[in-house]
């Protein structure tokens, strides 16, 4: 059983960076894939990033490439998402969630485990 512990969200200003983690307990796979959703006020939840595992691929959703990195601790069992030049739009709950067969694309179907939730509001 794996459970995840997201954190970090704030209320920050456009153009601002943060950093959200993301606990995992529990043992995590090579194959398998964590990741980062969010969801907007009155949108669907949609995928952000996701990493492989043991490997460590990463993928993005085109309107954070450049701005957004996913990076996991094998170690310490954790992730993490830093955002730099965050805008309006980005403002979100932002889950994180893990796939245990590691499929990629990461979609919201395929996610076996998901956090409460971090909230992240960006004022313009």
């Known amino acids: 059983q794996v459970q995840l512990e997201d954190s970090g969200g704030r209320l920050v200003q456009a153009g601002d960076s943060l950093r959200l983690s993301c606990a995992v307990s529990?043992?995590?796979?090579?194959?398998?894939?964590a990741g980062w959703f969010r969801q907007a006020p009155g949108k669907e939840r949609e995928f952000v990033a996701s990493?492989?595992?043991?490997?460590?691929?990463?993928n993005y959703v085109n309107s954070v490439k450049g701005r957004f990195t996913i990076s996991r601790n094998k170690g310490e069992n954790t992730m993490d998402l830093q955002m730099n030049d965050l805008k309006p739009e980005d403002t979100a709950v932002y889950y994180c969630?893990?796939?245990?067969?590691?499929?990629?694309?990461?979609?919201?179907?395929?996610?076996?485990?998901w956090g409460k939730g971090t909230l992240v509001t960006v004022s313009s």
């Open positions: 529990g043992r995590l796979y090579s194959s398998a894939v």
């Open positions: 969630a893990v796939d245990r067969n590691g499929q990629v694309p990461m979609t919201r179907s395929d996610v076996d485990y």
């Open positions: 990493i492989r595992w043991g490997y460590g691929t990463t």
